[in-house]
């Protein structure tokens, strides 16, 4: 299997600020990066603790998938993404075992990475996404 590790935790926030102050406040936590996904109507921060990465998410569009979801659902994890190789792969054999893809061509996310995402009605109530680093390093 080529999944290597949990590449992050995506936890969808009302106020990043908020959540920074928070994150580095009470859990000791330095953020990194602080990242805007225009395509994703979103800003990102993250945090590493250990090898995994702490994504906060916040809306910049009332429109935007992260505050739908904070409408539906309330601020909490919003998705789980592991770190693989040949992410074009990945989507196949998950489209093969019935797996509904949000995404069935990978696209540029946060820090360069090229992610996809597989549909939670499909995947147990979860919403995994894959996460491939093809900037070399």
Known sequence: MDISHIEHIGIAVSSLEEAIRIYERVLG???????????????????????????????????GPIAK???????????????????EERLKVAEINGIKLID?????GAEGLDIAFLHPKSTSGVLIEFCEDRRGH
Request: net charge negative; proline share 5%.
């Open 104 to 108: 069935p061509i990978p696209r540029r």
């Open 69 to 87: 979801f904070i409408d539906r659902k309330g601020e909490g994890i919003h998705h789980i993404a592991f770190a693989v190789q040949n992410i």
């Open 29 to 63: 936590l330095k953020c990194y990066n602080i990242e805007e996904v225009s395509d994703q109507k979103v800003r990102t921060a993250f945090f590493m603790v250990g090898q995994t990465k702490l994504e906060l998410l916040e809306s910049t569009d009332p429109d």
